[in-house]
């Protein structure tokens, strides 16, 4: 279960239903200099397979209560936030667009599959909370084809476009290490990079105001600590974001210890329930 509901905007769209609906994070404005194309040369990436799963786990622990996050390819709930249904492993959404761009693509290349027929239907609900031609089959036929590998790729894919590549190269234009790649992506994943206040490039720009990340000659702590109070505030103009364990006894644990490469082990708690990656 989603321990980490996010209430739908005033107009109803979520946290990615910019993103969703460009198809892609506008991120491209925002250029590596040559310091910074130096700097993240040299440093870790949390696309480094290893590191990307434990960049995984960390977000399945924060949704899903679990550091299983391959389980959660056939999650599917409603969970009253005004998105529709939420599904999969990053919480695709049946009101934001992110779910029909997932169907679509599974389709794409597997047609006739259990899901295509209820694309027209995701079309219709797309920006409401609406269940209008999903139900009561549509969870089912979900479940069904996350047993699917073409459809647990297609998930795959669709994380890594909208979502985790991103946030990964701004980190790397920015000259984070992977702690920092991996703060871009969790904010990713909540916020979205829309045009609202709480956007993830808002939460950048929040934080640039207060200090400068490493390609601009900043110290990255420094840095890292004033994203995280960025972020921190955004999370608070949201009734469901005000918990924010997933960055205080999560992230700035690794900050406060120097694990910037964010090596194993490592312990973190987030909603109070203890986590370990050895």
């Not at 590596?32 to 440093?43: F, L, N």
């Not at 089912?140 to 790729?153: N, P």
Request: hydrophobic share 35%; with cysteine.
């Amino acid at each position: 279960m989603h321990l980490d509901p996010e209430p739908a905007s005033s107009s109803g769209t979520s946290r990615r239903t910019f993103v969703a609906l460009t198809g892609a994070l506008t991120l491209g404005t925002l250029l590596a200099t040559p310091r910074a194309s130096a700097v993240s040369a040299a440093a870790p990436g949390l696309d480094d397979p290893a590191k990307k799963e434990i960049a995984m786990k960390l977000v399945s622990s924060a949704e899903n209560s679990s550091l299983d996050w391959k389980a959660q390819y056939k999650y599917i709930e409603d969970i009253g936030d005004g998105r529709g249904y939420t599904a999969g492993i990053i919480g695709f959404c049946s009101g934001t667009g992110d779910m029909l761009d997932l169907v679509q693509l599974y389709t794409d290349r597997k047609p006739g599959n259990v899901l295509a027929k209820y694309l027209p239907a995701l079309r219709r609900v797309n920006g409401t909370d609406s269940h209008d031609g999903l139900d009561p089959n549509f969870p089912g036929d979900w479940r069904k084809a996350a047993q699917d590998t073409a459809f647990q790729q297609a998930q795959n894919d669709e994380r890594d476009r909208v979502y985790f590549n991103p946030a990964v190269r701004q980190g790397k234009a920015d000259g984070l290490r992977t702690l920092g790649q991996f703060t871009y992506y969790d904010a990713i994943v909540m916020h979205g990079d829309g045009d609202d206040p709480t956007s993830f490039g808002n939460i950048r720009k929040r934080a640039l105001r207060k200090a400068k990340p490493p390609a601009q000659g900043g110290d990255e702590t420094t840095y890292l600590n004033a994203f995280l109070d960025a972020r921190v505030w955004a999370m608070k103009q949201e009734e469901a974001h005000s918990d924010t364990s997933r960055v205080d006894t999560e992230q700035r644990v690794f900050l406060r210890k120097g694990n910037r490469d964010l090596n194993p082990p490592l312990d973190w708690k987030v909603y109070g329930d203890s986590y370990h990656i050895g």
